[in-house]
């Protein structure tokens, strides 16, 4: 067997792939600029490196199951001035994840929570995080499922080899008595071990009325959740009403803008 065909074939049974592409093109740049064994080593195991890395963020973020990519550096700050970037952006750090500590996105709907949201989920799979990203009332219907299987184990286990949940829209969708029971129990497991990121409409104070009306319920969820949590508020009118408010102004149509709701309090 020729030389090259067998150092092919070890490259592959020690899994490196971006040595087995890039030997023979690195080994002539090194020849021509003559460059030392090491530098060329060097090189081959630096593209290897990053190739895996890049690979590892991709498989990180396939896993976490985003239904839509969303970039911090797309959000437009300056139309909801009411949300504090320079604070998102050291969140987005992940300071908070080794700490567990939750993340509680408040405002009424349109204003950016979910991209907040899916940006700090991003950038937590970047920095090799393990991250999984629900709405709200899916993850409840895969709790419920998962009881009536008898998998609630395994799937409560599951979720706690996570290191950051995001849980979208909460409080879209009031849920049963059942669901309500197992979201507490997630998320009592949760406590202390895997950072949560929530997104909801609702003041606190409303929290009872998706929890099956089970005021003790609702207040014990919040104690935990509120618990070390940073709290952000965003106030302003929906994005979507301003980009269809514009698009009739520029058609010669008005449109009544809604009344903003009165501030959220934690």
């Not at 507490?184 to 409303?206: D, G, H, K, P």
Request: with cysteine; hydrophobic share 45%; aromatic share 8%.
């Amino acid at each position: 067997m020729k030389t090259d065909m067998l150092l092919e074939s070890y490259l592959k049974q020690l899994k490196l792939p971006c040595f087995a592409q890039s030997y023979q093109t690195l080994a002539q740049e090194a020849a021509r600029t003559n460059l030392s064994y090491e530098r060329y080593l060097f090189g081959l195991a630096s593209e290897e490196m990053a190739s895996r890395e890049a690979h590892r963020i991709e498989r990180a973020i396939a896993q976490a199951r985003f239904p839509v990519l969303k970039e911090l550096a797309d959000f437009e700050w300056s139309a909801v001035p009411s949300v504090p970037k320079a604070r998102i952006l050291e969140l987005a750090q992940g300071a908070y994840i080794p700490k567990a500590e939750p993340i509680i996105l408040l405002g009424n709907p349109g204003l950016g929570k979910s991209h907040v949201a899916s940006g700090l989920g991003l950038a937590a799979c970047r920095q090799g995080r393990r991250v999984r990203f629900y709405n709200a009332a899916g993850l409840v219907n895969d709790l419920i499922k998962a009881q009536q299987e008898y998998q609630l184990s395994r799937v409560m286990a599951h979720l706690c080899k996570l290191e950051v949940l995001v849980l979208d829209e909460l409080g879209f969708i009031p849920f049963t008595q059942t669901g309500a029971q197992l979201l507490f129990q997630l998320c009592s497991a949760l406590y202390e071990r895997v950072a949560v990121i929530i997104t909801t409409n609702l003041r606190f104070a409303e929290w009872s009325t998706i929890m099956g009306g089970d005021e003790r319920l609702s207040a014990a969820l919040l104690d935990r959740l509120t618990h070390k949590a940073t709290i952000l508020e965003f106030v302003g009118t929906s994005y979507r009403f301003r980009q269809q408010l514009q698009h009739q102004h520029q058609s010669g149509v008005e449109m009544a803008e809604p009344k903003e709701e009165e501030t959220i309090e934690a």
